[in-house]
């Protein structure tokens, strides 16, 4: 973790891992075991036991914002049909997560299995595949089944009931296994609040652990140590192999080295400063390189990662953001119903889920298999569902005891919601006969997620998915019947609204780069060395909870890695990544020399907008492929040369390009660093002329990308003037490149804007000219432009009329 080692940690390693998940920690793991170089950067903080909040006043702080001063636990999402939670801290999601070690079932590697809206969820590896794999995990992670037939575990209600349910509805279920520690070692008999044996590889915190005691708080962080999450096996393990655990660290670009490997780019949070605004934006930013990097950020960060990044990735597969899915997650409530007699659940006894009941795919393929487990959430909430403050922090609280079983924030400005979940709160339907239900399962992978204004964004909803959660539901109502007790919606379900903690896809594996972003072993399609560890890889729904799965894949990736023949690092190029324009040749181009205090400058402005896409070379082909993406492109320039007189008289009649470039698959609106126009050079023929733009800019992570385009004026009707002066063909190039060596820079993408005639309208009304000349200025600049295209457009235009002539 941060400290001492940081003053001494090296500036290239084997290989940097983002993230401290289940497909981050394992693959740290077994490379340190190997003997290679790692760092591991954690965005997050450490949360040894006992440092997990409680109070409501902790509670307040628990969400991780850090524009907003908060470097908490739960990373709440927002979208526009679910919400989501995440964990920010070392260890990932294994410190929210409530334990299940469930393996994918068979069945569910599904291949060429049809999509509602056309496409098809493929599975490149097997059961068969991954089976040795998930034994690796499960030992390491000490899963052992709810010990139900010893005292005092045998009193856990809500697994009996789950069992009877399931008997009587002719169901599977199990007590699935779970990565908690019930006695003090293996094979000793389970017992409660018992100190927990330390292995052979310490612990990463170095505070002593205690066997679970049952108080229903694993998704809120377990304060016993008696959760065997990652930083108390595969991180601690990975530290003792010599890994370099960093938390704080935050990566915010990544890109290709010209010999080889990758650089990242990460910026530091001061936990010290919580309460101080501090958005990663504004932070310093810190550089490290590898030969190798690993991506275990989770679904949203890893996608998120790559696709702000995508500029300096290029090659990347047009499938980024594809396969999105919440891995079929839905929450209800068994509550207790006045008039009828129920028995007593007490759901915050023992830890949050003790069984599974499984329910298969429909015979009729007219609905996709789930599995239905109990939930729980802490006892202390009685506490602090009684306190008279009901605003703020504990506000936020109560809904995050509604949401997801303790399990789920989300600070909803949809009112009503609020609404509804006080109004649950405050009947006291959490009581102790009360269940939330959780079901998860196979529901549609169709989601996209994208950028938009710079931010994740994600079209997802539950509306392919309808049938799936109509079953889901059905089951659910008939176990609340079984109990004779109520049956309560999520709130937020009257809204068509879901809740997943299992977010899955975004660069999902397949056979090649047209069907996925990364091969079945994680590495990225036409990116030696970058690797996808985490939950973004699913093709679709694991079905069952997921962290086993994506481990299992981690620790296939990491056996797939080190059974790789060793790169030799070649010397590094005496030439830069990306070529810069000399400064001497900056400075000519910007200006035209002019004489001082005789001189008359002219300015206008232009606004021009389009289309993008990535992997697009030929500009028409990036035209149509990104309007059918709706990846939009504009940019806004001012357009001023300090001489008129002498921009008409050099034949290359140069000007400077200031403004902006705005593309929310690019980043947002960024800032062009440098900037050149070329008004009517000479063309291809004689009779043809060309507009030339370079614009040198950065993405929204600071990669830096030159716009490269052309208007082609050539002979022709005169028909043709406005659309020839109105359309520019453009190509995106990475790095800052000058005309000289445009034909070896890599190419990001390309597309064509348009001059709408509204914009063209305003953009009359923005010429400006300032000197003594002014008015006769602006004339000559007038003369000058329609006398070019005179040139180009007037000897069809004399044909044409002598054409007519002489009939």
Not at 200 to 210: F, T
Not at 322 to 342: C, Q
Request: charge should be neutral.
């Amino acid at each position: 973790m941060t400290g001492p080692r940081e003053r001494t940690r090296v500036e290239h390693v084997n290989t940097v891992v983002v993230g401290s998940g289940f497909g981050g920690s394992v693959a740290a793991y077994r490379l340190a075991e190997a003997g290679q170089s790692v760092v591991l950067l954690e965005r997050g903080r450490p949360y040894p036991p006992g440092s997990f909040p409680r109070t409501p006043a902790q509670m307040g702080k628990a969400f991780w914002d850090p524009g907003a001063g908060l470097h908490g636990l739960f990373d709440v999402w927002r979208f526009g049909g679910f919400d989501s939670v995440v964990s920010s801290g070392l260890g990932g999601g294994s410190l929210i997560y409530a334990n299940v070690l469930l393996r994918k079932d068979e069945k569910w590697f599904v291949r060429e299995d049809p999509l509602p809206g056309g496409g098809y969820e493929h599975w490149p590896v097997t059961r068969a595949d991954l089976d040795p794999h998930y034994d690796a995990v499960e030992k390491m992670l000490g899963a052992t089944r709810y010990p139900i037939d010893a005292a005092p575990y045998r009193s856990t209600h809500k697994t009996h009931a789950m069992i009877q349910f399931a008997e009587r509805n002719g169901l599977d279920w199990q007590l699935p296994p779970l990565a908690v520690s019930f006695a003090p070692a293996q094979g000793a008999e389970p017992g409660m609040g018992l100190p927990i044996a330390e292995p052979a590889y310490g612990n990463i915190h170095g505070v002593p652990r205690r066997t679970c005691r049952l108080v229903g708080e694993c998704d809120i962080g377990c304060n016993d140590g008696a959760k065997n999450s990652l930083d108390h096996t595969y991180i601690s393990a990975a530290a003792h192999h010599g890994a370099d655990v960093r938390t704080g660290c935050e990566v915010r670009g990544i890109a290709p080295l010209p010999e080889g490997g990758y650089t990242v780019a990460f910026v530091r949070h001061d936990f010290d400063g919580d309460g101080a605004p501090a958005p990663a934006r504004s932070l310093p930013v810190h550089r490290i390189t590898c030969d190798r990097l690993v991506l275990g950020a989770g679904a949203y960060g890893t996608t998120f990662l790559l696709l702000r990044n995508r500029a300096a990735l290029t090659g990347l597969s047009p499938t980024l953001g594809s396969r999105f899915s919440g891995n079929g997650d839905l929450l209800t409530f068994v509550v207790p119903e006045p008039g009828k007699v129920s028995a007593p659940l007490d759901a915050s006894f023992g830890p949050v889920i003790t069984t599974a009941v499984r329910v298969d795919d429909a015979p009729d393929g007219a609905g996709r298999g789930f599995y239905l487990q109990d939930g729980g959430y802490p006892g202390f909430t009685d506490w602090l569902l009684q306190s008279t403050d009901l605003t703020g922090s504990v506000f936020r609280f109560g809904e995050f005891v509604t949401r997801w079983a303790l399990n789920v924030l989300s600070r909803s400005p949809q009112s009503n919601v609020s609404k509804e979940v006080s109004r649950l709160i405050g009947s006291g339907a959490l009581s102790a006969g009360s269940l939330p239900l959780l079901g998860m399962g196979r529901d549609v992978p169709d989601g996209r997620m994208r950028l938009r204004e710079g931010m994740l964004d994600i079209r997802w909803s539950t509306r392919t998915s309808k049938e799936y959660f109509r079953r889901v539901r059905d089951t659910m109502r008939e176990l609340s019947d079984s109990l004779g007790a109520g049956f309560l919606d999520n709130p937020i379900w009257f809204f068509r609204r879901v809740v997943t903690v299992h977010p899955l896809g975004g660069a999902p594996m397949g056979r090649g780069d047209g069907e996925g972003v990364c091969d079945s072993h994680g590495e990225v399609f036409n990116h030696p060395g970058l690797f996808v560890a985490d939950g973004a890889a699913m093709p679709g729904p694991v079905g069952a909870n997921p962290s086993l799965t994506i481990a299992a894949h981690a620790d296939r990736m990491a056996e797939h890695i080190l059974r790789q023949p060793k790169r030799r690092r070649p010397a590094p190029r005496r030439q830069a990544q990306r070529r810069q324009p000399v400064p001497a040749r900056r400075s000519v181009v910007i200006r035209t020399p002019a004489k001082a205090g005789r001189s008359t400058s002219l300015a206008f402005t232009e606004e021009m907008k389009g289309f993008f896409d990535f992997g697009a070379a030929d500009p028409r082909t990036g035209l149509d492929s990104g309007k059918a993406k709706d990846q939009a492109l504009m940019f806004r320039l001012t357009i001023a040369t300090d001489d008129v007189d002498s921009f008409i008289r050099v034949p290359s009649h140069l000007a400077e390009a200031t403004g902006y470039v705005e593309s929310d698959v690019l980043g947002g609106r960024l800032p062009v660093q440098a900037g050149w126009f070329n008004l009517f050079t000479a063309g291809a023929a004689a009779d043809s002329r060309s507009m030339r733009y370079r614009l040198h800019f950065a993405d929204g992570v600071g990669n830096p990308l030159t716009l490269s385009g052309f208007k082609d004026i050539r002979h022709g009707s005169p028909l043709r003037i406005w659309p020839d002066t109105s359309t520019l063909y453009y190509r995106v190039l990475t790095g800052h490149v000058d005309e000289k060596n445009e034909a070896d820079a890599p190419v990001v993408g390309a597309g064509v804007l348009r001059i709408l005639e509204a914009d063209f309208l305003r953009q009359l009304t923005t010429f400006r000219t300032n000197g003594p000349m002014a008015l006769p200025a602006l004339t000559e600049f007038g003369q000058f432009f329609l006398g070019q295209l005179w040139s180009v457009y007037g000897p069809q235009f004399r044909a044409n009329a002598l054409q007519v002539a002489t009939g």
